[in-house]
T-cell receptor, first 118, second 114 residues
Framework: AQTVTQSQPEMSVQEAETVTLSCTYD???????LFWYKQPPSRQMILVIR??????QNATENRFSVNFQKAAKSFSLKISDSQLGDTAMYFC???????????????FGGGTRLMVKP | EPEVTQTPSHQVTQMGQEVILRCVPI?????FYWYRQILGQKVEFLVS????????KSEIFDDQFSVERPDGSNFTLKIRSTKLEDSAMYFC????????????FGSGTRLTVV
């Protein structure tokens, strides 16, 4: 079974600064997908960024980027130019493709609560 | 942008009562999921559903839980006899293909069992 660990329960950052959220995972699989989800106070889980394990290039989506280290099983999220609207719970998630797509469930980390301060 | 809709947003129920949580997945999605998040804990997989039957379920999804898609649009989670420990946020999600581009989650239903 896969496990996902987020070692930082809470973090804070000043507006406009950069912050990095950590995530490590444990798996024996070589092909898998990694995601960062954001859960603002509105509670909805919103996809921030995704990474395919077989791609060495780190994913980037505007101010969000990842540092994917496959050998170290590390998948950190960097938020540049932090904005007040980035205040949320952030979850790292792992997905192993299965023989049927319905089995493609997500395994989540415990989350990191990020507070962006003005 | 298409959304997954969940109702109600908050439900309070007495211990031992049956509850039904409702979800309307995105119309052209084929795979449906329920996840649970107990306050302060991880989001946990409950069950996946495809082609009108359960595909996978976790240890949490015992005989007290059931899912169905009664009318081709709604996707429901029923808890037959609620316990205090069922208090949690319940998220519905749907995907069209393999979910490789991420799931679409609903806003969740907060279930409080008293």
């Amino acid at each position: 079974a896969q496990t996902v660990t987020q070692s930082q329960p809470e973090m804070s950052v000043q507006e406009a600064e950069t912050v990095t959220l950590s995530c490590t995972y444990d798996t024996s699989e070589s092909n898998y997908y990694l995601f960062w989800y954001k859960q603002p106070p509105s509670r909805q889980m919103i996809l921030v960024i995704r990474q395919e394990a077989y791609k060495q290039q780190n994913a980037t989506e505007n101010r969000f980027s990842v540092n994917f280290q496959k050998a170290a099983k590390s998948f950190s999220l960097k938020i540049s130019d932090s904005q007040l609207g980035d205040t949320a719970m952030y979850f790292c998630a792992f997905m192993k493709p299965s023989y049927n797509n319905a089995g493609n469930m997500l395994t989540f980390g415990g989350g990191t609560r990020l507070m962006v301060k003005p | 942008e298409p959304e997954v809709t969940q109702t109600p947003s908050h439900q309070v129920t007495q211990m031992g009562q049956e509850v039904i949580l409702r979800c309307v997945p995105i119309s052209n999605h084929l795979y449906f999921y329920w996840y649970r998040q107990i306050l302060g804990q991880k989001v946990e997989f409950l069950v996946s559903f495809y082609n009108n039957e359960i595909s996978e379920k976790s240890e949490i999804f015992d005989d007290q839980f059931s899912v169905e898609r009664p009318d081709g649009s709604n996707f429901t989670l029923k808890i037959r006899s609620t316990k205090l420990e069922d208090s949690a946020m319940y998220f519905c999600a749907s995907i069209r293909g393999g979910g490789y581009y991420g799931y679409t989650f609903g806003s969740g239903t907060r279930l409080t069992v008293v």
